[in-house]
Nanobody
Framework: QVQLVESGGGLEQAGGSLRLSCAASGRTFSSYAMGWFRQAPGKEREFVAAISRSGGITYYTDSVKGRFTISRVNAKNTVYLQMNSLKPEDTAVYYC?????????????????WGQGTQVTVSS
């Protein structure tokens, strides 16, 4: 079992930056591939970024490439999402997710564990 707790959300102006953190419980964090998803009001949850268990492979949805960076520190059981050049369309609840596996995964149904989410609001 893995428990995930996100933090770092908030209100930011367009063009600003936020860093989300996701802290995981358990001693096997390094065996889990991690992902970030988001859900805007009235929309379905969508993939944002993913990282392999070693951190050596990352993948992003097109709309955040060049602006967001996913990273992890296995010694701290934490995955991060650095978000720069924020846009109003980035406004959503952001969720981190985990699953065992050696690669990266971009479908929500691929993940077994989810955090409760953190709200990100970007004003224009």
């Amino acid at each position: 079992q893995v428990q995930l707790v996100e933090s770092g959300g908030g209100l930011e102006q367009a063009g600003g930056s936020l860093r989300l953190s996701c802290a995981a419980s358990g001693r096997t964090f390094s065996s889990y591939a991690m992902g970030w998803f988001r859900q805007a009001p009235g929309k379905e949850r969508e993939f944002v970024a993913a990282i392999s268990r070693s951190g050596g492979i990352t993948y992003y949805t097109d709309s955040v490439k060049g602006r967001f960076t996913i990273s992890r520190v296995n010694a701290k059981n934490t995955v991060y999402l650095q978000m720069n050049s924020l846009k109003p369309e980035d406004t959503a609840v952001y969720y981190c997710a985990a699953r065992s596996g050696s690669y990266y995964y971009i479908q929500s149904q691929d993940y077994n564990y989810w955090g409760q989410g953190t709200q990100v609001t970007v004003s224009s």
